[in-house]
Nanobody, 123 residues
Framework: QVQLVESGGGLVQAGGSLRLPCAAS????????MGWFRQAPGKEREFVAA????????DYTNSVKGRFTISRDMAKSTVYLQMNSLKPEDTAVYYC????????????????WGQGTQVTVSS
């Protein structure tokens, strides 16, 4: 059974940084894409970033390019989202997700999800 467990959320001032780990277990994630999504109150869940587990290729939504970095540690079976220069509009619950096969930014195409971690950025 696949398990994704996020941590690292919290309250941070604008301009600050947070790193969100997502510990993945339950299978070998070769040929999987690992994604980070976020959902703010009253809004739909949106794509933030994704990484190919095997090759390490990455993609980001435009609003976080240059500020966020997604990476993975295969030995620790963990995906990270490093968030710098945080803005109040980054406030949301952040979710880690896994998808077998090709890249996608559509939440419904990810089969496995973590429980989410709250990130709050104060102005």
């Amino acid at each position: 059974q696949v398990q994704l467990v996020e941590s690292g959320g919290g309250l941070v001032q604008a301009g600050g940084s947070l790193r969100l780990p997502c510990a993945a277990s339950g299978r070998t994630f070769t040929n999987y894409f690992m994604g980070w999504f976020r959902q703010a109150p009253g809004k739909e869940r949106e794509f933030v970033a994704a990484i190919s587990w095997s090759g390490g290729s990455t993609d980001y939504t435009n609003s976080v390019k240059g500020r966020f970095t997604i990476s993975r540690d295969m030995a620790k079976s963990t995906v990270y989202l490093q968030m710098n220069s945080l803005k109040p509009e980054d406030t949301a619950v952040y979710y880690c997700a896994a998808r077998y096969g090709i890249w996608s930014a559509i939440p419904g195409e990810y089969a496995f999800w973590g429980q989410g971690t709250q990130v709050t950025v104060s102005s």
